[in-house]
């Protein structure tokens, strides 16, 4: 069965360094998504994209964040200057097409430390 | 905003038996999506079940069903005849019809212990 794959699984940084996480989504999937879990803290929607462009962010996903689909299978993630706050995991998921009626398929996330 | 409380952290279930996790939820909106995911200890999120709003019928599948209660906004996951497998975190989560961005919005969390 088709599976989101992320890499790295675990990303280890200093602070204001720079980090791309990234994610394969399924590949005849259209809709490309970005979430976070501070670790004890809820699963947070980070942005949403499709055709080539941020469908939906949210308030967590300021200037220090981007997202970009470089090529017709990877999709990153890159935090410009990272923070001690920016630990979590961060998932990467896909779906077919949008709303609820299509199942966002979620990858095994990258857990990522920030020191 | 929407949101999303799973007012249980923590609960067990010994082998066999039957389990119910709650959930309620908050929203100004008519027509939108319930969801409830499994995360097992691998860390990996996958869909258990789905309900739409304007649907009556509580959406169920194999050993597990909804109890979807859209006036009073709950949404309780009821797993029958447990198995070890479903040792896990489960996550409900609202998902509207108005946002463009197919948002998902999650609770906190129930972890569940299957105990043989």
């Known amino acids: 069965e088709p599976e989101v794959t992320q890499t790295p699984s675990h990303q280890v940084t200093q602070m204001g360094q720079e980090v791309i996480l990234r994610c394969v989504p399924i590949s005849n999937h259209l809709y490309f998504y970005w979430y976070r879990q501070i670790l004890g803290q809820k699963v947070e929607f980070l942005v949403s994209f499709y055709n080539n462009e941020i469908s939906e962010k949210s308030e967590i996903f300021d200037d220090q964040f981007s997202v970009e689909r470089p090529d017709g299978s990877n999709f990153t993630l890159k935090i410009r200057s990272t923070k001690l706050e920016d630990s979590a995991m961060y998932f990467c998921?896909?779906?077919?097409?949008?709303?609820?009626?299509?199942?966002?398929?979620f990858g095994p996330g990258t857990r990522l430390t920030v020191t | 905003a929407q949101t999303v409380t799973q007012s249980q952290p923590e609960m067990s279930v010994q082998e066999a038996e039957t389990v119910t996790l709650s959930c309620t939820y908050d929203?100004?909106?008519?027509?939108?999506?319930l969801f409830w995911y499994k995360q097992p200890p691998s860390r990996q999120m996958i869909l258990v079940i789905r309900q739409e709003a304007y649907k009556q019928q509580n959406a169920t599948e194999n050993r597990f069903s909804v109890n979807f209660q859209k006036a009073a906004k709950s949404f309780s996951l009821k797993i029958s005849d447990s198995q070890l497998g479903d040792t896990a975190m489960y996550f409900c989560a609202f998902m509207g019809n108005d946002n463009a961005g197919n948002m998902l919005t999650f609770g906190g969390g129930t972890r569940l212990m299957v105990k043989p």
């Open positions: 929203t100004s909106e008519n027509n939108y999506y």
């Open positions: 998921a896909s779906s077919e097409g949008g709303r609820g009626t299509h199942e966002q398929y």
